[in-house]
């Protein structure tokens, strides 16, 4: 897995519960232009990503442990990706850490992983913004 860690100026009680919440997802993930289907409980949710180019993922909570701890499942045809997320306070609100990896066949998930780590880093940060604006 590779990631990186974003800073959220909101308590991570309040980053958790945004970024665990699949109908929140097309205002901070750029890829996505709506969610369907969302169903379950909060730690056991499935839905579908709908994204630009039509891809439809099929998702799933696979961690709910709030407010440290969340990850996602997803597969379309033979790829599918992981998603964890950790939420550590800090004096100024919370840090994320994000894990992600995208497992294709042999090595090519590896380079795919790498290149869309900027990808989600920029999404987080988006979601930062979004929350900082309402809080503020």
């Known amino acids: ?7 959220f100026p909101v308590p991570r009680e309040v ?8 109908r929140n997802r ?8 709506r969610v369907e289907n969302v169903s379950g409980s ?4 499935t839905w579908v990503d709908v994204t630009g180019l ?12 709030r407010p440290r701890a969340w990850s996602e499942s997803g597969s379309w045809r033979r790829v599918s990706a992981d998603l964890s997320l950790r939420f550590d306070a800090t004096t100024r609100g919370c840090r994320v850490l994000y894990r992600f990896r995208i497992r294709a066949l042999g090595p ?6 790498l290149l869309a780590v900027p990808m989600v880093r920029a999404d987080l940060r988006r979601a930062a913004r979004i ?6």
Do not use: C, K, N
Request: glycine share 10%.
């Open 131 to 136: 929350l900082s604006s309402a809080s503020g």
């Open 1 to 7: 897995m590779v990631g990186g860690t974003v800073a």
């Open 26 to 33: 097309p205002q901070w993930q750029a890829s996505l232009t």
């Open 108 to 113: 090519l998930g590896l380079v795919v992983s």
């Open 54 to 65: 039509r891809v439809r993922p099929q998702m799933g909570t696979t961690e709910f442990a």
């Open 15 to 22: 980053a958790f519960d945004y970024l665990a919440d699949p």
């Open 42 to 45: 909060p730690d056991r949710q």
